[in-house]
């Protein structure tokens, strides 16, 4: 059971500013990095995929980067429990922002709108030229890759190709951060959903809306350096926990 504090403070927001991670998509059958079960936890190693400067300087780290693109889980996995309770509360027209850490598009798959969508670590579905910037669409790369170019270059320089996600070591779209900081400071409840909060600066947005004066809810299974500053932090699973948070309403507006 969803603890009161956490149904009253959802039930009673009007302009809900939403911080997705991994944890969303874990029922999707794509691995989290630090849960349980999660990408590094079983493999201390991987984290050299998600680091620009491995990327860059190592042949070896592409090449297994771009066969775990082949296979990641994230192109036959279908959105849950946890991403459609995201579309209700944009139904019900009290969300104004979903912040997303992840790279999955699981979120506009199961109907966000796009417009309220922000990817702030980027999109899988997409590629990046590390050389002259210029984008493509994995769907392209990974036939290339398919066809037998293990660590296919660019197509307008012949510079590196990566996807068209945040690295380890690698700065966030200025333009992406600062409207993520905006929606942040706008509104009157942050729910932080699925995310353990150890990666900055999206962990930071919590701190940063709740400065700003708004009500803060951490759905996580696991302890966060941010639950301290929140109002109410649930550790149920996020399939049930979710559908539940978005269904509660109060009479009570929220006095802060
Ligand atoms: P994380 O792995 O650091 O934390 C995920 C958290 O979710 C963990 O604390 C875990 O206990 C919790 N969790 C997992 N399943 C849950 C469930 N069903 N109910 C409740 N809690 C659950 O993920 P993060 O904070 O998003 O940071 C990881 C980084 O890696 C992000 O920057 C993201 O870009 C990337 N990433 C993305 C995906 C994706 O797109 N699906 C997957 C893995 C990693
Ligand atoms: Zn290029």
């Known amino acids: ?19 997705t991670g991994a944890g969303v998509s874990t029922d999707s059958g ?10 590094w936890t ?7 995929m998600f ?12 090449r297994r980067s771009w066969l775990n693109r082949a296979e990641n889980p ?22 104004r922002a979903l912040l ?5 598009g699981l979120h506009q798959r199961a109907g966000s709108d796009p417009g309220l969508v922000v990817e702030l670590h980027g999109s899988l579905y997409g590629t990046q030229c590390m050389d002259c910037d210029a984008r493509g669409s994995m769907a392209e790369a990974l036939e290339r890759v398919r066809a037998g170019e293990p660590d296919p270059p660019c197509l307008v320089c012949g510079g590196i190709l990566k ?17 993520a900081r905006q929606a942040a400071i706008d ?5 932080a959903a699925g995310s353990s909060l150890s990666v900055e600066p999206a962990a930071g947005l919590v701190g940063l809306a709740a400065k700003a004066g708004a009500a803060v809810v951490i759905c996580n299974a696991e302890p966060t350096p941010y639950d301290e500053v929140a109002d109410a932090v649930v550790r149920e699973p996020l399939g049930e926990a979710l559908p539940e948070l978005v269904a509660a309403r109060s009479t009570r507006p929220l006095g802060r």
């Open 1 to 19: 059971m969803t603890s009161q504090q956490a149904l009253e403070l959802v039930g009673a927001a009007r302009r809900v500013c939403v911080l």
């Open 30 to 39: 794509i691995p989290d990095f630090r849960g349980p079960n999660g990408v």
């Open 42 to 48: 079983r493999d201390p190693e991987a984290e050299r």
């Open 51 to 62: 680091t620009l400067s491995a990327y860059l300087s190592d042949p070896d780290v592409r």
């Open 74 to 95: 994230a192109w036959a996995a279908q959105p849950n429990a946890a991403h459609r309770a995201l579309v209700e509360l944009e139904r019900s027209e009290r969300l």
């Open 100 to 104: 997303t850490q992840n790279i999955d």
């Open 163 to 179: 996807a068209a996600t945040i690295s380890f070591g690698q700065a966030l779209d200025p333009v992406v951060l600062r409207r």
């Open 187 to 191: 509104c009157d409840l942050l729910l």
